[in-house]
């Protein structure tokens, strides 16, 4: 099947910066959107942003001018860039696809990451 391997998590102090990765191997035909959640403890999990295969990006909105999506659709990997992060951007960090594993069945599954825990102390 497919597999979604997040990296890049960790400890940093307000005000810095961490660059995330999510890698998709297997049965992969094509992948459409690339996508980054997060999940706080307690909270529900939200969308960061997702990116298509053509670039286009979306954002949410208490995140836009902090984080940017970016994607190598030759590597079928998506990063975030993730700037001036706050106490409250803790939380783990998921990567989600939508994935057309065979060629002539255009239809899209969903697969999930495991998560990579970012920490920002203050």
């Known amino acids: 099947q497919v597999q979604l391997v997040e990296s890049g998590g960790g400890l940093v102090q307000a005000g810095g910066s961490l660059r995330l990765s999510c890698a998709a191997s297997g049965s992969i035909f094509s992948i459409n959107t690339m996508a980054w959640y997060r999940q706080a403890p307690g909270k529900p999990r939200e969308l960061v942003a997702s990116?298509?295969?053509?670039?286009?990006?979306n954002y949410a909105n208490s995140l836009k001018g902090r984080f940017t999506a970016s994607r190598d659709n030759a590597k079928n990997t998506v990063y975030l860039q993730m700037n001036s992060l706050k106490p409250e951007d803790t939380a783990v960090y998921l990567c989600?696809?939508?994935?057309?594993?065979?060629?002539?069945?255009?239809?899209?599954?969903?697969?999930w990451g495991l998560g990579t825990q970012v920490t920002v102390s203050s």
């Open positions: 990116i298509t295969d053509d670039g286009s990006t």
């Open positions: 989600n696809a939508l994935v057309q594993i065979r060629p002539r069945e255009p239809i899209t599954y969903v697969y």
